[in-house]
């Protein structure tokens, strides 16, 4: 009731403004008690002060405006050092209040807010000691107990709820404390006090223009205490935000899951790192321990790989972290790497590096680190066999049918060796159609069980794909043992490598176990086919000719080509020697080539244009392209198709006749004749005279040489003889030394003659005269 009368005393619209104020200000001074509980440790104390003058201002300008709004009915008074010490007790205690409030033990907010109401109850009581009425002031002490209470519980409360969760409390009801807090005591504390005037009041003491003048400009320097408190609140609020968005911008932007972390709990997340879990439920709010349980392993200053448990299974990932210790509440920012996609290069990377790129088997490193455990000096076994593996006519497919054709028959033979391993098995593919397999044996006979295995594997035809034909193989296998055959690895491999090479020689046998003699005669093999390859190089090739005579006028009907490997020390090499050689190495090809053209550009360039003989190797006929070779080199040179004469041997015929005799008639077609050299040594079957129209037999030289020797020879030649002449094929004699033998296939009726007695093979076109002018 008091309380009421008490505002029956007071200038109502002044006491609104009082109210509004007093409204305002608690508004922003709980805003800014928030403030001060996000402030980094350096900007704590501005804006702690800067509170403290917000708040002080807005309990003393209510005060003061209030007292203004008060009309006791006797002449009041302010006492200036007073009143300025209740303003200066009012910014202190509340900005120690603030200050204590915004610690981070939880009951400190009450205790501050209870500061805050001492502070607006100490300020209320010095401020009215400065009231100077005139007359007798009298004092209720209950009611000013009372009013403290008030103050402080209402305070205690205001802030307790600021701060707090949960129903009856955020800034509204803290705000609404808060002014409760300030009104209360104004009121209470006013009607504590009773004035007995000194004097009967003189007529009406109400407030006079110069007091509202005055109240309103408190209200108006208050404003700009507050004001300025607010403006400096949202101008900090929008950097903040600004911060904040740039901060998302930068979050969103990153690849990696980006996590910040606050007491425990995540406080912000990107979408990668929402993708990453895979969950639809929310992240923030929930600890980051829920999905990376080995947190606690992450440190600033290392790198580490956890694992994380997504909605859909486990992620190997590695965590970033740093630790911000300036805020108030220190935040950690994880960085999250999904390294799925990195582990998986990595085993490609592994794996292409171990692994053979076409075929999938181990490559050569693998195999050297698996024979290296094998054989190494803690070896579990008493023996290993390893097996040097090279596939026979590969080259043949590869070229008549392309490379990917060649990929696509390698690929499938080396997926049936590799399924056809036991356990403790291995096989590799080192390079082009080299493999080697390898196993323990206790018996070097139990290498045979592979190379059966291997053999059904690398033997059986495989369907080309785009060709629609099925294409095959052959194999050559040499093995060797360790430790029986070398101790040493390089070595081993080397031995392994002779044997299979002698396997590849040999018809009866396509493996072969390494022996100790096999090492000289190979080594020295092999060396020769390298000086061969660089003889094209070093021009040690060259061509001789040897004339081609008619039995019956004596006229030269042509000369043949012979090839001469003179090295640069001036040792010669005998074709019969290193034309095999360069047929197994592959090398005949480039050399075949070679041969071809330089005969077909010296005869070219001769006055008389005498036909020439080129021999030509089964391994060139295999090859598709020999029909264009051909017709290219007689337009580059301008040979007359007619000019030129290709002899091929017999087994060109028997390995693979339908391709030859196909191969055969695209040069008959360009207009070359073809004629069987060697006739009669090999199989000399009547069916490959009949396959084919060939326009010359060459009996071969052996037949001559023995003429003297007995009737067989002799019986031979005639049946030979009598053959071309029913088939209408002109025969030529090879080898004939002696005019005995001349004679002899004179009287025979023999086509032609080639041999010492009419004309050594030289570098130059036969017979000295003849060689004299075509040489000019
Ligand atoms: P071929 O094609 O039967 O060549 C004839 C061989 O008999 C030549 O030996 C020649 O010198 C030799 N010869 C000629 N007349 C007589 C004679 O009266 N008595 C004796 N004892 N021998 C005679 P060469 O030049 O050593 O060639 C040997 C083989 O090498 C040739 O046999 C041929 O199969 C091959 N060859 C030579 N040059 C080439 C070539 O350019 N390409 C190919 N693929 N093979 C070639
Ligand atoms: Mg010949
Ligand atoms: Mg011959």
Redesign the pocket.
């Known amino acids: 009731m008091r309380f009421l009368s008490c505002l029956r005393d007071h200038n109502l619209p002044l006491v609104g403004l009082a109210a509004w104020f007093c409204l305002v200000g608690s508004m922003i001074t709980i805003r800014l008690l928030d403030r001060i509980r996000d402030a980094e440790r350096g900007t704590r104390i501005a804006w702690v002060f800067l509170s403290g003058a917000a708040a002080g201002a807005t309990i003393w300008c209510t005060h003061f405006i209030a007292m203004i709004a008060y009309q006791p009915g006797v002449e009041v008074a302010y006492e200036p050092r007073l009143t300025g010490l209740s303003l200066l007790l009012a910014i202190l205690g509340s900005a120690a209040a603030l200050h204590v409030a915004t610690r981070r033990w939880r009951p400190s907010a009450a205790l501050g807010g209870a500061l805050f109401g001492t502070a607006v109850t100490v300020m209320h009581y010095i401020g009215m000691q400065a009231f100077v009425a005139h007359g007798m002031v009298r004092w209720s002490q209950g009611d000013v107990v009372a009013s403290g209470l008030f103050a402080v519980a209402l305070g205690a409360l205001a802030f307790d709820r600021a701060q707090g969760r949960g129903r009856f409390s955020g800034h509204w009801w803290a705000t609404a404390l808060m002014v409760a807090s300030i009104v209360l005591l104004h009121f209470t504390g006013m009607s504590a006090m009773t004035i007995v005037p000194f004097a009967p009041a003189v007529g009406h003491v109400g407030s006079s223009t110069a007091t509202i003048v005055m109240a309103i400009a408190v209200a108006g320097v208050g404003t700009l205490v507050v004001g300025t408190g607010l403006a400096t609140y949202i101008l900090d609020a929008q950097a903040r935000a600004d911060t904040r968005r740039r901060l998302t911008e930068l979050l969103e932007g990153n690849v990696d899951g980006m996590v910040i972390v606050q007491d425990d709990v995540v406080t912000a997340a990107n979408a990668a790192f929402t993708a990453l879990v895979g969950t639809d439920a929310a992240v923030l709010g929930q600890p980051l321990t829920r999905w990376i349980a080995d947190l606690a392993a992450a440190r600033p200053d290392r790198l580490a790989q956890l694992t994380l448990t997504a909605a859909d299974g486990e992620i190997p990932i590695e965590v970033a972290v740093r630790v911000d210790r300036r805020r108030a509440t220190p935040q950690t920012v994880y960085s999250i790497r999904d390294l799925r996609a990195r582990i998986a290069q990595e085993r490609r990377i592994a794996h292409l590096a171990r692994n053979d790129s076409l075929t999938g088997l181990p490559n050569r490193t693998s195999f050297l680190e698996w024979m290296a455990r094998q054989t190494g000096p803690d070896s579990p076994h008493r023996a290993v066999a390893l097996l040097s593996i090279d596939l026979d006519r590969f080259k043949e497919v590869n070229d008549m049918h392309g490379h990917a054709a060649g990929d696509q028959l390698l690929t499938r033979i080396a997926g049936r060796m590799q399924a056809a391993l036991l356990p403790n098995e291995f096989v590799a593919r080192l390079g082009g159609d080299e493999f080697v397999a390898a196993m323990p044996v206790a018996e070097p006979d139990d290498a045979v069980t592979l190379i059966d295995r291997l053999r059904d594997a690398i033997t059986a035809p495989v369907l080309l794909e785009q060709e629609g034909v099925e294409a095959s193989c052959g194999m050559s296998i040499g093995v060797a043992l360790w430790p029986r055959d070398a101790d040493e690895l390089s070595t081993l491999i080397n031995n392994a490598d002779l044997a299979m090479y002698r396997a590849k020689g040999s018809i009866a046998s396509d493996a072969c176990f390494y022996e100790e003699e096999m090492d000289e005669t190979v080594r020295l093999r092999r060396r020769m086919v390298k000086e061969l390859r660089a003889a094209i190089e070093l021009g040690e090739l060259s ?2 000719w ?1 004339v081609q005579e008619s039995v019956g006028s004596g006229e030269i009907t042509g000369y ?5 490997w003179t090295r640069t020390n001036g040792d010669s090499v ?3 020697v290193f ?1 095999p050689l360069a ?1 197994q190495s592959g090398l ?1 090809l480039a ?2 080539e070679w ?1 071809l053209r330089t ?1 077909c550009a010296t005869a070219a360039a001769w006055p008389v244009p005498h036909r020439i003989a ?4 089964p391994v ?1 006929l295999g090859h598709v392209d020999l029909p264009r070779l051909v017709q290219q080199v007689l337009l580059e040179t301008g040979l007359s198709p007619a000019r030129l004469e290709l ?1 091929i ?1 017999e087994t060109a015929m028997i390995t693979d006749p339908v391709r030859t005799i196909h191969v055969l008639r695209q040069l008959k077609a360009i207009g070359v004749s073809i004629a069987m ?2 006739f009669g040594t090999g199989y000399s079957s009547l069916s490959t005279l009949r396959s084919f129209p060939f326009d010359k037999i ?1 009996l ?2 052996s037949f ?2 023995e003429l003297n020797g007995g009737p067989q020879s002799a019986a031979i030649i005639r049946a030979v003889l009598a053959l071309g002449e029913s088939l209408d094929i002109p025969v030529l004699a ?4 002696t005019p005995d033998q001349l004679d002899f296939l004179r009287e025979q009726k023999c086509d032609e003659a ?4 009419l004309g ?2 030289g570098p130059l076109p036969a017979r000295a005269v003849e060689s004299a002018r075509l040489a000019g």
């Open positions: 061509l001789h040897q043949e080509a012979l090839l001469r005998s074709p019969a034309i047929e005949i050399i075949g041969v005969a080129v021999n030509l190797s060139q002899e041997t050299d060697d060459k071969d030289r001559m040489a090879e080898g004939v030394e080639q041999g010492f007695l050594r093979p």
